[in-house]
């Protein structure tokens, strides 16, 4: 299983970023799909999951209505729209799985909104 996220970078407040997650190594359209993010000093906190067939997803409170995630099963990839930014929203950003009970993390990539 290899998850390999790309899309991050430097962003004023009030911008916009997408992510996305290239997944391989699995059948990935079986398999729900998670963001989460890790801010320095902080602990890894779950952002958004979407179920395998992209018909249900879920946030966390804090990205409600600015963040939304999405799947295009045939490209095998995750995706994050980010928007409405704000220096909250620093972080690593990964993407993860578990497959056969085991879990996935890609090696993340760096956010960072300036005020």
């Known amino acids: 299983v290899q998850l390999v996220e790309s899309g991050g970078g430097l962003v004023q407040s009030g911008g916009s970023l997408r992510l996305s997650c290239a997944a391989s190594?699995?059948?990935?359209?079986?398999?729900?799909m998670s963001w989460y993010r890790q801010a320095p000093g902080k602990e890894r906190e779950l952002v958004a999951s979407?179920?395998?067939?992209?018909?249900?997803?879920n946030y966390a409170d804090s990205v409600k209505g600015r963040f939304t995630t999405s799947r295009d099963n045939a490209k095998n990839t995750v995706y994050l729209q980010m928007n409405s930014l704000n220096p909250e929203d620093t972080a690593v950003y990964y993407c993860?799985?578990?497959?056969?009970?085991?879990?996935?993390w890609g090696q993340g990539t760096q956010v960072t909104v300036s005020s």
């Open positions: 979407i179920a395998s067939a992209g018909d249900s997803r």
């Open positions: 993860n799985t578990y497959v056969s009970r085991h879990g996935y």
């Open positions: 190594g699995f059948t990935f359209s079986r398999y729900a």
